[in-house]
């Protein structure tokens, strides 16, 4: 191993896609119907609601439907709650569909002797759907919004995972699409950033930044790269 010790990736864009924002509407259009709501309004309190999501203030569950509703002026008995929960469930574990050579990629960084960590905006519930796909047994140390109260760029969200690794920044990797201003975060931190061009298929764009030092296109020229640094 050379200069690098660990290598941090980000969740969606990079290892998974970005959701496909046909089926995602698709599916909070149907979750408005299950709690009578108008799918137009709906869909705005939804996207406003992003952030409270992302840092955990409204955690996933039955009750994150009840701050949009109470918007909404609209009341919902339970079986409605636990059916639109059902469905919002059921579609991120649907989508948490590694990317073609992520899971070669990682076990050909860990065979390397890499540490790798996770650092992602994602809402509560994400992690133990992530725990049921062939990605979850990579990544013992990670920063999650959502259970760190802060999404990124939040220094928190980096020093969560280099504390974790064990490692300081200029030995680390960070990987990502360059939503939510991660590189730029990552670079105040001395980790080489990575950003995989996602090109037509990058869709979903918050806050996209994809200043990096390095870039790649797909996952399977990562080993190598890391392995020249």
Known sequence: M???????FDLFGTLVPNFDLDRYWSCID???DVLGAPRGGFRAEWRA??????DGSVPDGDAMFLPLLRELGIGADRASLAEANRLRSEFLAAELVPKP??????????????????????SSETPSHLDRTTLGEFFAVRAVSAHLGVTKPHPAIYEHVLAGL???????????????????????????TVWIDNGAAQG????????????IRDLGELPA?????
Request: hydrophobic share 40%; charged share 25%; with cysteine.
């Open 166 to 192: 064990g490692v300081t920044g200029d030995r680390c990797v960070y990987v990502g699409d360059g939503n939510s201003e991660e590189l730029p975060g990552a670079q105040r931190f001395g980790m080489t």
């Open 49 to 54: 609601g992003f952030q409270a999501r992302m």
């Open 101 to 122: 050579g992520a899971q070669e990629c990682l076990d050909e960084l860990r065979r390397r002797g890499y540490r790798l960590a996770l650092a992602t905006d994602c």
């Open 225 to 229: 790269l890391v392995a020249a640094l």
């Open 204 to 215: 979903w764009k918050d806050r996209f930044v994809p200043d990096a030092d390095l870039t």
């Open 30 to 32: 149907g979750i408005a």
């Open 2 to 8: 050379g200069a690098i010790d660990a290598v941090v």
